[in-house]
């Protein structure tokens, strides 16, 4: 499965479920909040006990700063997405495909650190 489509660099994405949308669309906003929020409690977690109930992302704390690095970038890709439609600006399309692929960079980096530190990827299950 290769990282990048090239489908992003264009301000549209699919969800799980094969729907496309704008990455400017509300619905992306509560996605990528979610995700930054799940990335700053991994970060919390390689801070206190391990937690035994359900799994977040994290394991060591720069996988966590790189987990939260990749969900910042997503929202500034976002931010910068609506900014660029709603002024219908048209010469940002390098910098919108900048940041998409900055964050395939930011979820690559996560997977080799997880490697070269040694801590196993706990996959996400859709529960489907």
């Not at 990335?39 to 790189?66: D, N, T, Y």
Request: aromatic share 8%; hydrophobic share 40%; with cysteine.
């Amino acid at each position: 499965m290769a990282i990048y489509t090239k489908n992003g660099d264009g301000g549209f994405t699919r969800l799980a479920d094969g729907k496309g949308l704008s990455k400017s669309d509300v619905r992306m906003d509560a996605i990528g909040d979610i995700d930054e929020l799940n990335c700053h409690l991994g970060a919390l977690i390689c801070q206190i006990e391990p937690m035994r109930f359900f799994i977040l992302p994290g394991g060591h704390p720069v996988i966590a700063a790189a987990q939260i690095a990749r969900t910042v970038c997503r929202r500034a890709e976002r931010s910068l997405i609506r900014w660029v439609q709603i002024e219908e600006k048209e010469d940002y399309a390098t910098a919108i495909a900048y940041l998409n692929r900055l964050s395939d960079y930011l979820f690559m980096m996560c997977r080799y650190l997880h490697h070269s530190l040694g801590i196993p990827e706990i996959p996400w299950n859709s529960g489907k």
